[in-house]
């Protein structure tokens, strides 16, 4: 072998053995805790679950560095079976030692139950299934949610909550104000505690939005009431911008909302959407069919893009849509009442 040859096969090694070290080290780095610092997080692991939905969950919610080599990592270990349940997990934790401490029923918090509450949602159903989740009264939870010594002490809390709120004929002093998201519940919560964590959420949202408020010629408690039918009669952003418009185009001439959103409200119990559409005389303050102007109070809770909505609607001329429910739920809107009829005609039959 000539020395040529000899000085490039060891030049090779070399680069090889450069880039084994290198790779073994960024293999190393990546590994290490994304924190010096003791920091506590909750983490998750539900029914369909695998190692890379895990993993990728895990490097976006920043408790690891990176995915791709995390995802080494429990090839090389052979972790990647995952007990289902919540976990609290360490910043301060390694990768690997994250992704073995996962695979162990035994680490399982037992003591703390996730809960996600869509937008939308009726109070007396939040109630329903905190009673299914954590088995508290769910009658004496909506008890509480009206009862006014413990909403005078939750106003000294919260700037948001209002003396409009004390009103006789709400079904829930409270709706409006439960703000759906995602929570961790205590299984020893107390009601208390349980009402105030969905106002700490609301508050949160409330301070982003507080200028707005403020900017605007209504109260929070009325943006809150507009925001919850604009919520139940609209699904997308934008359907929201421009349905919040219409209402507004309305209350600005003093024409009724007619929503028949709050005559599902105003029923509280119903078997079909069809019920709502139809039984528009109920009597009742919530119906915008038979009062003018907001309905008495909100008639759902409502998330943030209904209450953006709310605040910012879309600029039109329109006074009328309806969206079609028995299709692909598109909503349609009219600046004339013919043209709404014509609409109602199309696309719906009932």
């Excluded at 996962?102 to 937008?119: G, M, Q, Y």
Aim: include cysteine.
């Amino acid at each position: 072998m000539s020395k040529k040859l000899k000085l490039i096969i060891i030049s090779g090694v070399a680069i090889v053995l450069v880039v084994c070290i290198s790779l073994f080290a960024l293999y190393k780095i990546n590994l290490e805790p994304v924190s010096s610092k003791s920091e506590e997080v909750r983490f998750q692991i539900v029914e369909g679950d695998n190692q890379s939905s895990i993993v990728s969950r895990l490097a976006s919610e920043g408790i690891i560095k990176s995915e791709t080599f995390a995802k080494v990592s429990a090839k090389l270990n052979g972790d990647d079976t995952f007990a289902v349940g919540l976990y609290m997990i360490d910043k301060s934790w390694s990768t690997p030692k994250i992704l073995n401490y996962l695979t162990k029923a035994e680490n399982i918090k037992n003591d703390e139950v996730l809960i996600t509450f869509r937008e939308g949602i009726w109070a007396k159903d939040i109630a329903a299934e905190l009673e299914k989740q954590l088995g508290i009264n769910a009658e004496a939870l909506l008890a509480l949610w009206n009862d006014e010594t413990f909403l005078k002490e939750a106003m000294t809390h919260y700037e948001f909550l209002t003396d409009e709120i004390f009103n006789d004929q709400y079904k829930v002093k409270l709706e409006g104000y439960l703000f759906p998201e995602t929570y961790y519940f205590n299984k020893e919560a107390s009601l208390q505690d349980i009402t105030y964590t969905f106002l700490n959420q609301f508050n949160v949202e409330y301070q982003k939005i507080k200028a707005d408020v403020e900017a605007s010629n209504m109260s929070i408690h009325e943006i809150v009431t507009l925001a919850s039918v604009v919520q139940f009669e609209s699904s997308t952003k934008d359907d929201m911008e421009k349905v919040a418009g219409v209402f507004y185009n309305r209350l600005n001439i003093g024409q009724k909302l007619e929503s028949s959103v709050t005559v599902c409200y105003s029923l509280y119990e119903f078997d079909s959407w069809l019920d709502c559409e139809k039984q528009y005389t109920i009597d009742s303050p919530y119906n915008t069919y038979l009062y003018e102007g907001l309905p008495i109070g909100p008639i759902l809770n409502p998330g943030k893009e209904a209450l953006e909505a709310t605040l910012h609607p879309a600029k039109h001329d329109y006074y009328y849509f309806i969206a079609d429910v028995q299709g692909d739920g598109k909503v349609y809107y009219a600046k004339t009442y013919e043209e709404h009829l014509a609409n109602v005609e199309k696309y719906l039959d009932y």
